[in-house]
Structures are given as structure tokens and as C-alpha cells.
Nanobody, 128 residues
Framework: VQIVESGGGLVQAGGSLRLSCAVS????????IGWFRQAPGKEREVLSC????????QYADSVKGRFTISSDNAKNTVYLQIDSLKREDTAVYYC??????????????????????WGQGTQVTVSS
């Protein structure tokens, strides 16, 4: 199993960014993908998730309206679009996966242990 995030970088506040999460090596077609982030000195927080079975999406309350998760199943890639970037969005963004499931979760706390496979993360830095 391999999970690779990309698309991070240095962006100005107010701008947009699309992060990618490429997954491979799963034998099951029913996979849940979650996006997380961890800012310096803070705990890792769950942002959004998507279920490959029916493309159902969920968002943490803190990111509703600015973050959009989507997937391209043909490319085995999940995206996280972030609009109206703020300095507080500065963090390392991680992608995580769980296989053989029809659902995904963004329940704070529980989500961290629910996903089994993690990528290395991609840094997003927002400047003012």
C-alpha cells in the first residue's frame, strides 16, 4: 500500500490550493480516504473524508464551506481543494486510508485511529 500526497507549497492568504492524494496497492475497491492536517505545536486534526463505494463525503465543521474533497477513481486519486486560504491553514496535510469499508469518518479523536494507512504529508504554508 502506498499513499502519496502532493500539491502543497507557499501560497498567499486568500488564494486557493488543490492537494492530491494518490493511493495504490489496495486489493479492495471499498476504500475510505481521509484528509488531516497538523499545525506546529497542535494535534493532528481530521478535515474531510470520502468513501470510494458511493463518493459520500463528510467535513469537519471547522472547514465546511472552504474545503472540498473529490476523487478521480480512474486515477486512484483524491483531491482536497482549499479556498480562501488563511494563515491558520498553515500545516502539514496528510492523507490516510482504510480499506474494506463502505463508510468514512471525520469524528474527532476516533478518526486518528480509524484510518490504517498514512502518507508522509505535504506542507502548506500560507503567507499574509
Amino acid at each position: 500500500v502506498q499513499i502519496v500526497e502532493s500539491g502543497g507549497g507557499l501560497v498567499q492568504a486568500g488564494g486557493s490550493l488543490r492537494l492530491s492524494c494518490a493511493v495504490s496497492g489496495f486489493t479492495s475497491d471499498d476504500i475510505a480516504i481521509g484528509w488531516f492536517r497538523q499545525a506546529p505545536g497542535k494535534e493532528r486534526e481530521v478535515l474531510s473524508c470520502i468513501s470510494s463505494s458511493d463518493d459520500t463525503t463528510q467535513y469537519a465543521d471547522s472547514v465546511k464551506g472552504r474545503f472540498t474533497i473529490s476523487s478521480d477513481n480512474a486515477k486512484n486519486t483524491v483531491y482536497l481543494q482549499i479556498d480562501s486560504l488563511k494563515r491558520e491553514d498553515t500545516a502539514v496535510y496528510y492523507c490516510a486510508a482504510r480499506s474494506e469499508t463502505l463508510v468514512c469518518t471525520v469524528v474527532a479523536g476516533a478518526a486518528l485511529s480509524w484510518y490504517d494507512y498514512w502518507g508522509q504529508g505535504t506542507q502548506v504554508t500560507v503567507s499574509s
